[in-house]
């Protein structure tokens, strides 16, 4: 047989599947925890179980393996990352200075040297190559990657090229990897281009790593495949290439998810809804592929220049925090663990549930715990270490933490920043437990998801049923908005998540005076787990279909072995003065052209053999390339119908199949 091995790593699950690779069929399909502190442990875990599943057929006949992951994305959320050295080329200091762009430049490491080239790929100033030496040669050693931004490289990248030619000369023996902005957009933003860079170059080693324990893994397995990694446009990339361009690994895994969901639903023209622990992630397929984000992607507080699949991601999950106020119920974004995964991880937590119970004593803080959740990469403070000290043999409730801390609530300062560090993770009743009390998803510990239940219920005055099923409407309330916020705001990115609530209030018949009906001309497919109890009645507010595929609890590991290879080069061509017409501007420099049509054929000569070369290195087979040309004209004086010739653009796309011959 032929068969792929999909992985996805999750912010709650890592899930792992066995695909048919002829019939396209789902063989097998495994879930398990992620393991944050060390993602091999979920990850082993997952693969594992899908091979025992599948224990007819031999590890021989795995000839393709995809992993999605969420490493850069969460990487760049918590600032996590090697050191890394920015070089800027002919970038002004005092301006950056003066607007402080310095904060935007991920690295506090930044060295700005002579050189450069202007809006029409001329160089500017010369490269002060001996200071770029000087720069290098103090970093052996001391930082593990090298980011290089130059200004316009994106119309001429010779200072880029040269620089990095140097770290290498003078590096070399030491593998410390470079970056070049040019490598990574052909976008004009030359600040954002430096962030995306030094962003780049400060996950390399991170991904490295990532690569070479899932690839220990597979060996230790015996499973001899060609490693693939789903970039954020949910296309596929050989991993010794992906290596290179983690950055272009963010939303790895919403993309993997619209890819999965299309091979399951088998329809082409659909709106996705996909709700994980942590996230819903809502975008829509088109002629079976996700539109793209020309923006660029936006992790943290850096919008990047990585062209990523348009998605719009909402903090609601199943891991979403439930809690009650003023009889209302309030659910997320803060993610924290289910009380029923606590109990079954942690026995001891059952019976002090059940003594708050009979004493519903400090019910606002009564069904809440707090646990460490990973080793401190620094050395702690004081008040740090001596609350780790606390929860050093296991979870403890607020109730007995504030007994224990000095100044009692007045220290839930402390706490706060733990969480916010990372360093301890909260535990309370979450829409998990209220589907295990409902017994629409049993996994772990129901009698501790009643108990979470009972003591939020009977701030409400309701019985633990009615609680459970209100918390499973409220998510279902607010994934509705958000999905029509996304459906309004296509080609219309001012839009507003309140903007689409007036709307809702009419159409369920809240007005008192309006009425009418939505209608949602796309299906919805939803995947996840589990999603049948709560995407009907979104489906049914908007008159669509739902679809709910057989295997959707798996649709992002399904999703990391059924993309294709697929990357893009443009050519830009521009006039420039009277002496030379037109210029030619090329992922590797320029050329000067008399006439249009030359610099189209030149580059028709050039970048697809450049394209099919860079297609074949990451991975496919098969490469189709293909060119939209596009001519922007602007209009002479007002009122005249006549034009005046702007620029050319010509995209080149090579499209692939994912190379199953051969080991990694």
Partial sequence: MNIAL?????????????????????????????????????????????????SGNSVSDIRLVGLSTTLATNAIVEGQGYSVCLILAGYDPGLIRKYGFENDLVTDDIVHVAGGHDA???????????????????????????????????????????????????????????????????????????????LNARLIPLLHELISTVEAILQRRKVNAPLMIVKGDGSLVKSSWAVGRPIETILSGPAASLVGARHLAGKGDVWVVDIGGTTADIAALTDGRPRLNPEGASVGRWRTMVETADIHTVGLGGDSHVSVSSSTIHVGPRRVVPLCLLSSQHPQILAQLE???????????????????????????????????????????????????????LDWHRIREAESRRLILHAAFTPTDALHVLGLFQLWNTEASRIGAELLASQMNLSVESFCKKVIREVSNKITPELVRKVLSEGHEDTTASSSMPLLKVATGEHIDLACRLTLKKPIVAVGAPVEAYLPHTADTLHTELIIPQHAEIANAVGAVSGGVVLSLSALIRPVDDKLPIRLYLPDGTSDHRLLEEAVAYAGEKVPVQLQQLAIEAGADQVEIRIERENRTAPVGTGHQETAFVETVITYTAVGRPGQGGSR
């Fill in 6 to 54: 999909g992985i996805d790593t999750g912010g709650t699950y890592t899930d792992a599947v066995l695909i048919d690779q002829e019939t396209g069929s789902v063989l097998a399909g495994a879930k398990s925890l992620t393991t944050r502190h060390d993602l091999s442990l979920g990850i082993t875990g997952a693969i594992d179980e899908v091979l025992q599943q599948e």
């Fill in 120 to 198: 029409e790929g001329n160089k500017r100033v010369s490269l002060d190559e001996a200071a770029v030496r000087r720069a290098v040669s103090d970093r052996i050693g001391r930082v593990d990657a090298f980011a290089v931004s130059s200004y316009f490289s994106v119309r001429n990248p010779e200072h880029e090229l040269r620089i990095k030619q140097i770290v290498g000369e003078i590096t070399k023996g030491v593998a410390t990897p470079v970056t070049c902005g040019h490598e990574l957009t052909s976008q004009l933003d030359a600040i954002r281009r430096a962030a995306t860079t030094a």
């Fill in 355 to 409: 003594q708050q119970v009979r004493s519903m004593d400090q019910i606002e803080l009564a069904g809440r715990f707090v646990q460490t959740q990973r080793l401190p990469a620094r050395s702690l403070t004081k008040p740090e270490s001596d609350l780790v000290e606390l929860l050093d043999s296991g979870p403890v409730s607020l109730i007995e933490l504030a007994s224990k801390m000095p100044y009692g609530v």
